[in-house]
């Protein structure tokens, strides 16, 4: 993976603590959006830890221009965000992040959260990720209806599908969502992997903003 961050001592920490893993290890690191985005062409990591708050170019821009580049296509980023005072989260989603962590981060979490995303799946905690989309798309004014090719995609979704969408914006596992639903963890995975398709969106993060962008969960 490559570590994005200008505080070197802060990129010195996450790669002791990723590369103290058998299964994970940093190929790369940076200090600048710039430096990252020539990196990422580099070595085709599976995934990025992006700091947003970057010189020359920030996170925000690295982040779109990686997951817009076909090239890139199995490359994933994390941002990393002090989320009180990081208004541009949401921003970093939209770019095409796959989620953010704090830079408080635990190490257990880390480790979790860049697995998981590694696996295809997306870092969307219901205390951090709702509470961000929520702050920012109801009192921020940003909430809007729809346009005709966002309604287009909605239309393609089942009433199952649309309510596994909505049962992605609480933040929940697969196995979560399967209990809730009563219907197995790979039935869940079918149609989340449907949602994601018909969306035509990268991953959970992304259906969770797009249904909030169109206002389907109030």
Not at 44 to 55: A, G, Y
Not at 94 to 108: I, M, Q, Y
Not at 148 to 170: G, S
Request: charged letters at 25%; aromatic letters at 4%; glycine letters at 6%.
């Amino acid at each position: 993976m490559l570590l994005a961050d200008d505080q070197a001592l802060l990129r010195a920490g996450f790669a002791m603590v990723i590369d103290s893993q058998p299964d994970l290890q940093v190929v790369d690191q940076a200090g600048n959006g710039q430096d990252a985005l020539a990196a990422a062409c580099a070595h085709h990591p599976d995934v990025v830890l992006m700091d947003i708050r970057m010189p020359i170019m920030d996170g925000l821009e690295a982040t779109r221009r990686i997951t817009e580049d076909p090239a890139l296509s199995r490359t994933r980023v994390i941002v990393l965000t002090t989320f009180d005072t990081d208004e541009y989260a949401l921003e970093a989603l939209r770019a095409g992040a796959s989620g953010f962590l704090l830079k408080d981060v635990k190490p257990e979490a880390l480790l979790d959260s860049i697995r998981t995303v590694t696996t295809g799946g997306a870092v969307i905690a219901p205390t951090t990720t709702r509470r961000l989309l929520d702050s920012t798309l109801r009192d921020g004014g940003r909430r809007r209806s729809p346009d005709a090719e966002q309604q287009q995609r909605l239309d393609r979704l089942t009433n199952r599908e649309r309510e596994i969408l909505l049962e992605l914006a609480t933040g929940d596992s697969n196995t979560e969502i399967a209990a809730r639903l009563f219907v197995s963890e790979a039935t869940v995975k079918t149609h989340v992997g449907q949602v994601l398709a018909k969306l035509e969106v990268r991953d959970r993060v992304q259906a969770v903003v797009y249904a909030y962008e169109t206002g389907l969960v109030a």
